[in-house]
């Protein structure tokens, strides 16, 4: 199995994303990748390339190991300094859809940690 081939693809989108994550602090984000992107990358099939990542703290909280697109992505967002920044704090839902769409929903965890 090839790893990270559509991490140079992530890269490409890496300041759409970050744009929208800064935007998702207030409402739900979404925008249409370019399929063909992925598709040059590698070709997923049957199995598509619909994903679901959830992120606390900067933290993935789901299984993402049966997708190689959802891992290259978290992959791409810690590699980004300012995405990282972003991250903290906050618990983060990015997700894409059968039409090709990304989510990137955005909700607050409280900075109060018990001790």
């Known amino acids: 199995m090839e ?4 991490l140079t693809t992530w890269k490409r ?5 970050r744009l929208h994550l800064k935007r998702s602090l ?3 984000q979404q925008f249409k990748l370019n399929i063909t ?3 040059s990358a590698g070709d997923r099939g049957k199995s598509g390339y619909t994903f679901n990542i959830a992120l606390e703290n900067g933290k993935v909280t789901n299984n993402i190991s049966g997708s190689a697109v959802a891992r ?5 967002l810690k590699a980004d300094e300012a ?4 991250l903290q704090n906050k618990s983060i839902k990015i ?3 059968k039409s ?8 607050h965890i409280s900075a109060y940690k018990e001790v």
């Open 83 to 86: 995405i990282k920044a972003m």
């Open 13 to 17: 989108y890496i300041p759409v994303i």
């Open 37 to 39: 992107d992925f598709e």
């Open 3 to 6: 790893e990270r081939k559509y």
């Open 72 to 76: 290259d992505l978290y992959e791409a």
């Open 100 to 107: 090709f769409m990304l989510s990137i929903k955005t909700s």
């Open 26 to 28: 207030n409402e739900e």
């Open 95 to 97: 997700s894409v859809g």
